[in-house]
């Protein structure tokens, strides 16, 4: 099976994955809780798989803080940060994991949601339009690149453009794994990372990280055991216990540890992506929806939406399944990344690749795809 759903999550998971998230099992009691051997084990894993985060994104290890996933981390920071009465801004890109919790908000009367359209083929356009509704945003939520087209969004420019004192917040689901991703040099408060996409965990863990720079004040969302000031009914003020409640995924932690002593991001992606993207743009019978220009494939991640005619996309998939090939169709949590691209009636299919896809199978796609008809 040739695996082309690695925006959904990364596969195959590598055997290092799989052997310390089993080693864990058998050795990780439950950190920060005893002062025995095993869960010295987990609390001396959980530490190394936060300090590695720390490194990756810039930042300090105790403002690294785990989380079950991405959409976990977001709707911490997003529901976190938010003051009653302010207005939080959001792209026409994001996926529902930042729709849905600032919907939840603005329902109950909570926050006021406006809208920036992105312009796909225009950073200084997008950066316009932003500038046009982003003077009294109290927070700013935006994806790094969007999980339908892989468009990288002028992150830094946009940041520059918000209101000094507004919490701006980072949807790396992405991004992470694939590009460099450093929150101070990009100035954003907080990004949200999944452990098990562009970085190569497990499912079942995340990241909500903190840039050292900031003085922000994130309420939890979950209370309950930390392991730490245990007479008191509130939750510590300092981080990353102020919002890890409970008992941790030791598991997944290290899996994800695992994942990210053997990242590599070399740019073999990009050169497969180029040869994708090439192609399919000289295939008659297919439309692509907001793939890169020639020349600008630095502003994407590996990940390309399109339709072929004649085929409605969930039929596509299916036979594409056939052959051996495995894709995603539909509308990917994201309905309004699908109206910002034209294909919201369809919804698309998905090709989304990682550094375990090779040219040997984009080409085996692209004879699929050639050789498919009515």
Known sequence: MIYFDNAATMMPKSKNVINAMTQSLKQCGNPGRSGHIFAQNAAETVYNCRKTLAKIFNTRPE????????TEALNVAIKGTNRVGGVTLVSSME???VMRPINALRKRGETVMRQFLVDIKSDTVTCENFSAVSGSATNVVITHASNVCGRILPVKTLRSLAPDESVFILDASQTAGHIDVDIVELGVD?????????????MGVGALIINPYSDIVIDPL????????????????YYPERLEAGTMNVCGVAGLLAALEELNTSGEET????QLVTSMKNMVDITLYGAPERGRFENYVPLL???????????????LFAEGIAVRAGFHC???????????????????????NTRREIERLLSALDSIKK
Request: one cysteine or more.
């Open 63 to 70: 403002l690294v803080i785990f989380t079950s996933g991405a």
């Open 271 to 274: 050169m497969l992506f180029e």
């Open 305 to 319: 939406l399109f339709n072929k005619t004649g085929f409605d996309c969930e039929t596509l998939s299916e036979l």
């Open 222 to 237: 979950i209370e309950g055991g930390t392991g730490v000031d245990s007479k008191s009914y509130e939750m510590p003020e």
């Open 95 to 97: 996926h529902n994991s």
């Open 190 to 202: 907080i990004i949200c990372v999944p452990g098990h996409k562009g970085l190569g965990g497990p």
């Open 334 to 356: 994201a309905p309004n990344a699908h109206m910002t691209l034209g294909s919201y009636d369809t919804g698309g299919v998905r090709v989304s690749l990682s550094r375990h």
